[in-house]
DNA sequence: TTGTATGCGTTATCAT
DNA sequence: ATGATAACGCATACAA
């Protein structure tokens, strides 16, 4: 295929006006450069960006490294991250760690002169990794366990979301709540257990250690947990699964034993998956925003990365809202929304 | 940041040697190699992958083109592509052209240089350019309108699709059966009503352009169509419905209007959306499976990208199957698992 | 086994 | 306004 080189020799010109006239350099003639647009076209001339990328030490690429592909979160995030990244005609290099750790050092140094800055959804274990690639190209995490103050971030408030569905079911008389907890090392299982026992005490009852079931973000466990629920003497009067698929599990589980979710037990998530609003009863949850965290990601991390300063690093906190639907209890006509949700209490 | 010529310097090698080293050639000493790699880990040496691509001409990335990152379908052809990709260490770029055929042009030459090969989903009227690709770069189309003899292809079953679930239809005893179709742009629409027609004609019964309602692949149309439906004389006992978005407002729709879905008329979709299980009655629809599109299409990529001479193009086509639920009226538990999921006819 | 030198396809710095 | 030429960071043919 023709390079800049068969261009400027067909064209009569020095591969320097080539280059200008790709570049819309105003240091060239109309004539010539009409004359160059022809050839390069006749001889369909395409530039090679990794050879542009060398020279020029950019990409115009936002490299993406999440721990997977799958599912409705992390697709949401790099859809809200290629929205923003390509307002400013950048394109996005994603990569999956599929849960191996180990895996994070390999992409990123494989990302090295492919992209121009790092977005990154990483482990606590990983924070070394983080911070060699911080030393040569700007970097946002996401949900980082706690604020990296080298480099900018973009948290989800679990916290909030806990204490808001917490609140809420307080709220309509629940003294005896009980908690599904997500894997152990996970940094939103976590935040969003602190925030159950946080509002218990703030509500004036007693985290019981009895009340909280081990899960693991999986529908199955969810399942599973239903059984050591209804053993509970005396039996909680609400569950809250700290995510969706696990009250999924949940729902079918103790439908299946013959109790009336809603009536005789609330049930509620954290996510907002798609099919929780299918749900029979349509599930009471919080809604995170995947797409607006992946969007507010991409908003600073393009600005380091066009900016030709160093920039202090920002940190953004998406809320987490609480969206009341049946699972609960409550009467969901009362939300203020056909969908069913409304502010976080 | 150290490139290879400070490693090698303070190694007190040459560049060579020191590529050597991180190519793991054999022609190298253990001691010097050894101490190359200390210096390299001293001086956090980082091999940039521009320069790479440009002297060998090889990226290890497959370029992934698609009309948006939006939905489940392309969420999932995109896990499918990197789980493959992977398999051989290859990355993924991905791009969406966002309905914007013109931009179609322009992300595929962007990727130039920085892929090995380009998998696209793109519209007829992007064909054009995908010759201009196909002359420096492996190609894999992903649902084309027709087989293009000079790339390989995957391409959805949507004919088969529909004919399975008209059969399956017509065998419950349905003899006035809707379509609400898509735009009429889209290939898998287009092939969707195509099949159906056909199905008709096959079981004996006359296509009737009064029972094809148009639609748009998107919910709300789905909800629109029922009140033509229901305005239908003498009204229809069954609608297939080619997409599972406007099977869910169609549904949504004719409950409201006091249809009992599945008794008093049939409903099925087409793609097998997460929530058609979690519907009430579940969807009766024709399962497609993005994952295995994704992997089969990059399963082509990788061999004609890792390949030395040229390689004849393969057209490989997905199976679409029908899964039995409840909104057809059928009794679920007929099916084979607990999915309910069945062969197509 | 190691080093020297050339080239990959651009951009950018000088000249002219 | 245009051209020569030196980078950019690496791989590799050839020499030693």
């Known amino acids: 295929m023709a390079t800049i080189r068969d261009v400027a020799k067909a064209a009569g010109v020095s591969i320097a006006t080539v280059s200008r006239v790709f570049n819309n350099s105003a240091l060239v003639t109309r004539e010539t450069a009409e004359r160059v647009w022809r050839v390069a ?8 960006s990794a050879a542009m990328s060398l020279t020029t030490n950019r990409t115009r690429t ?3 490294l999440l721990p997977d592909l799958y599912g409705e979160f992390f697709s949401e995030i790099i859809r809200g991250i290629d929205d923003r990244a390509r307002r400013d005609g950048y394109q996005i290099l994603v ?3 599929h849960d191996d750790p180990g895996r994070v050092l390999e992409i990123a140094r494989s990302m090295l002169g492919r992209v121009d800055g790092l977005m990154m959804l990483v482990p606590d274990e990983s924070i070394d990794v983080v911070a060699k690639v911080r030393r040569r190209l700007p970097v946002v995490l996401l949900n980082p366990r706690e604020e990296q103050n080298h480099c900018s971030s973009v948290r989800l408030d679990n916290r909030g979301g806990s204490l808001g569905m917490i609140q809420h079911l307080v709220g309509m008389g629940h003294r005896d709540i009980a ?6 090392t996970n940094v939103d299982a976590d935040e ?6 946080e509002a218990l005490l703030a509500a004036g009852l007693k985290p019981d250690p009895t009340r909280e079931i081990a899960g693991d973000f999986r529908e199955f466990s969810g399942f599973k947990a239903a059984e ?3 053993a509970l003497a005396p039996r909680p009067t609400a569950v809250f699964a700290t995510n969706d698929n696990m009250a999924v599990g949940l ?3 103790l439908t299946a034993a013959g109790v009336q979710v809603g009536e005789d037990m609330a049930v509620t998530g954290f996510d907002d998956i798609t099919i929780a609003r299918y749900l029979r009863p349509a599930l009471t949850t919080v809604h995170v925003d995947a797409f607006a965290m992946g969007r507010a990601g991409a908003e600073l991390l393009l600005t380091e990365v066009q900016s030709e300063e160093e920039v202090e690093p920002s940190h953004v906190v998406m809320p987490a809202e609480l969206v009341i639907r049946e699972s609960c209890g409550a009467d969901a006509s009362q939300a203020q929304d056909g969908q069913g949700r409304s502010a976080a209490g």
Chains 1, 2 share one sequence.
């Open 41 to 48: 076209n006749d001889l369909d001339y395409w530039p090679n």
């Open 62 to 64: 936002l490299g993406v």
């Open 95 to 97: 990569s999956g760690f």
């Open 179 to 184: 908690i599904v907890t997500g894997p152990q």
């Open 192 to 197: 969003r257990l602190l925030g159950y026992r």
């Open 228 to 230: 050591e629920l209804l």
């Open 251 to 253: 729902i079918s589980a």
